[in-house]
């Protein structure tokens, strides 16, 4: 049940309609029942296996927070939700690395492992709250009902925000429909993200997924190219994916922690980091960065906790050397830049971050080092990265733009103006956003009648057989 379809739109008004219009007492069930259903409507056994794995965090947090072997318990609790993850995900990844290596007794086409819809999502939700419990007992979840509706909060379950206990499970205590202004605000907030992934990141999907499988006959210019689109593709898509969480989550009267602030603005890789996936980030500091050390231990250590840190990060995104290839080159980037702001005078870093020049140079270069980095995530082979390195890199030709890929460019230039209009326009922080949605408030009906609109022509703009968000293979 994709966000973006019309079996989703028909279960997203039944919920909202029960949940409105129950009595407070049912509202915690109705939300549970429904996100699971959500989840289950991917594969029952899911619901299964999420329930499985509530149950187990919940009792070891239980365990924990009663002073029961805490140290035991924590490292049973991590090991058994890291199992897990490496079983389903990493399980064939590692057979085929055996079986090239010729490994006697290796067979990995006998193994067929379904990956489950949002495990890696659900399984550092888990891991981070058991570390919490362990940190701060006053964190432990009591109820196991507000247990399983915290791992299984429907509009964030398969690809994030990674929400934290802490940051939502004190909002179940008192559920109730939020008023018109604040469902507005939700909704309009679910309708941009709906925009940037129907209209904008599945027409760029025309363009990038057949490039991929015929890029034998690419020259730099269509290297570069199709690489500039896919970066926009992938930040419309997770971007949108995110705001569609976000907004949904705040028609229940429920926020989520914001995912992302304009990476593409960032001046440094650094930057870049600290708005891109910011969940994720400050779930990787949390729980692997800090607890490796962090920068306690001299620069070198920094560096290889840092590096550590990025190559799991970009093996959790998916079972392939590619990924690792990704996370390490992250990794890299962000110990040169750490190096160069240590190095370098205080008075020169000053007078270059006062620079609006230098502003402009620094964003322009982050962000073709993000660019290069999208390659090898992107590449559905290693060889593949390699030669599309090498176009982009070395075997420098010019050759004429593909036309689909002018006018899928086009269509994002026009689309992302309108959308950063839009945005400063209905941002809650802003006077004229904050009196939009006044207006909207006292006017209901004209109200409702806009987003109507607005949402047959995002429909009208999207493209036929709408694509799965690129982060549910995570």
Same mark, same amino acid.
């Given at each position: 049940?994709l966000f973006t379809s019309a079996e989703f739109l028909i279960f997203l008004v039944a919920v909202q309609a029960a949940y409105r219009f129950a009595p407070e007492a049912w509202r915690r069930s109705i939300l549970l029942v429904a996100s699971y259903w959500f989840y289950m409507s991917w594969g029952p056994v899911y619901g299964l296996l999420l329930a499985a794995t509530t149950l187990f965090n919940w009792f070891a947090g239980s365990l924990i927070a009663r002073g029961r072997h805490p140290r035991a318990?924590?490292?049973?609790?991590?090991?058994?939700?890291?199992?897990?993850?490496?079983?389903?995900?990493?399980?064939?990844?590692?057979?085929?690395?055996?079986?090239?290596?010729?490994?006697?007794?290796?067979?990995?086409?006998?193994?067929?492992?379904?990956?489950?819809?949002?495990?890696?999502?659900?399984?550092?939700?888990?891991?981070?709250?058991?570390?919490?419990?362990?940190?701060?007992?006053?964190?432990?979840?009591?109820?196991?009902?507000?247990?399983?509706?915290?791992?299984?909060?429907?509009?964030?379950?398969?690809?994030?925000?990674?929400?934290?206990?802490?940051?939502?499970?004190?909002?179940?205590?008192?559920?109730?429909?939020? *008023?018109?202004?604040?469902?507005?605000? @939700?909704?309009?907030?679910?309708? !941009?993200?709906?925009?940037? +992934? %129907?209209?904008? /990141?599945?027409?760029?999907?025309?363009?990038?997924?057949?490039?991929?499988?015929?890029?034998?006959?690419?020259?730099?210019?269509?290297?570069?190219?199709?690489?500039?689109?896919?970066?926009?593709?992938?930040?419309?898509?997770?971007?949108?994916?995110?705001?569609?969480?976000?907004?949904?989550?705040?028609?229940?009267?429920?926020?989520?922690?914001?995912?992302?602030?304009?990476?593409?603005?960032?001046?440094?890789?650094?930057?870049?980091?600290?708005?891109?996936?910011?969940?994720?980030?400050?779930?990787?500091?949390?729980?692997?960065?800090?607890?490796?050390?962090?920068?306690?231990?001299?620069?070198?250590?920094?560096?290889?906790?840092?590096?550590?840190?990025?190559?799991?990060?970009?093996?959790?995104?998916?079972?392939?050397?590619?990924?690792?290839?990704?996370? *390490?080159?992250?990794?890299?980037?962000? @110990?040169?830049?750490?190096?160069? !702001?240590?190095?370098?005078? +205080? %008075?020169?870093? /000053?007078?270059?971050?006062?620079?609006?020049?230098?502003?402009?140079?620094?964003?322009?270069?982050?962000?073709?080092?993000?660019?290069?980095?999208?390659?090898?995530?992107?590449?559905?082979?290693?060889?593949?990265?390699?030669?599309?390195?090498?176009?982009?890199?070395?075997?420098?030709?010019?050759?004429?733009?593909?036309?689909?890929?002018?006018?899928?460019?086009?269509?994002?230039?026009?689309?992302?103006?309108?959308?950063?209009?839009?945005?400063?326009?209905?941002?809650?922080?802003?006077?004229?956003?904050?009196?939009?949605?006044?207006?909207?408030?006292?006017?209901?009906?004209?109200?409702?009648?806009?987003?109507?609109?607005?949402?047959?022509?995002?429909?009208?703009?999207?493209?036929?057989?709408?694509?799965?968000?690129?982060?549910?293979?995570?």
């Amino acid at each position: 049940m994709l966000f973006t379809s019309a079996e989703f739109l028909i279960f997203l008004v039944a919920v909202q309609a029960a949940y409105r219009f129950a009595p407070e007492a049912w509202r915690r069930s109705i939300l549970l029942v429904a996100s699971y259903w959500f989840y289950m409507s991917w594969g029952p056994v899911y619901g299964l296996l999420l329930a499985a794995t509530t149950l187990f965090n919940w009792f070891a947090g239980s365990l924990i927070a009663r002073g029961r072997h805490p140290r035991a318990v924590v490292t049973g609790a991590v090991i058994g939700n890291l199992g897990l993850l490496g079983f389903y995900k990493y399980t064939g990844f590692l057979l085929q690395n055996l079986e090239a290596l010729g490994v006697p007794g290796v067979d990995a086409g006998r193994w067929s492992i379904v990956l489950p819809l949002g495990i890696s999502f659900f399984t550092f939700q888990g891991l981070s709250y058991v570390v919490d419990v362990y940190r701060d007992h006053r964190i432990h979840v009591r109820s196991f009902s507000d247990m399983l509706l915290f791992k299984a909060w429907f509009p964030q379950l398969v690809a994030g925000p990674i929400v934290r206990a802490p940051e939502i499970v004190h909002q179940f205590a008192h559920l109730k429909p939020p *008023g018109f202004a604040a469902w507005q605000s @939700g909704m309009w907030l679910a309708l !941009r993200g709906f925009f940037k +992934k %129907a209209v904008i /990141a599945d027409n760029l999907a025309l363009v990038v997924d057949p490039a991929f499988t015929d890029h034998a006959h690419w020259d730099s210019t269509t290297a570069w190219i199709v690489m500039l689109a896919y970066a926009l593709q992938i930040y419309f898509d997770f971007s949108g994916y995110s705001e569609i969480a976000l907004g949904l989550s705040r028609t229940f009267g429920i926020d989520l922690p914001v995912n992302f602030r304009n990476p593409y603005a960032s001046a440094s890789i650094t930057e870049f980091w600290r708005r891109w996936h910011i969940t994720l980030s400050s779930w990787l500091r949390d729980y692997l960065y800090i607890p490796l050390g962090g920068n306690r231990q001299g620069r070198l250590m920094q560096y290889r906790n840092q590096m550590i840190t990025m190559l799991l990060g970009g093996l959790w995104h998916g079972a392939s050397w590619n990924f690792v290839l990704w996370g *390490g080159y992250h990794g890299l980037l962000l @110990g040169v830049h750490k190096l160069w !702001r240590s190095l370098a005078p +205080k %008075a020169l870093l /000053a007078r270059l971050d006062a620079s609006l020049l230098w502003r402009v140079f620094a964003v322009t270069g982050t962000f073709a080092l993000v660019v290069f980095s999208w390659v090898p995530f992107r590449a559905q082979t290693f060889p593949q990265t390699l030669d599309i390195l090498r176009l982009m890199v070395a075997d420098l030709s010019f050759g004429a733009v593909p036309r689909e890929i002018l006018g899928s460019v086009a269509l994002v230039v026009v689309a992302t103006y309108g959308l950063y209009r839009l945005g400063r326009l209905l941002a809650d922080r802003t006077a004229a956003g904050r009196g939009l949605l006044a207006w909207g408030a006292a006017r209901p009906a004209l109200s409702l009648a806009v987003m109507t609109h607005v949402s047959l022509l995002t429909f009208a703009l999207s493209v036929s057989g709408k694509s799965p968000f690129i982060y549910f293979q995570f």
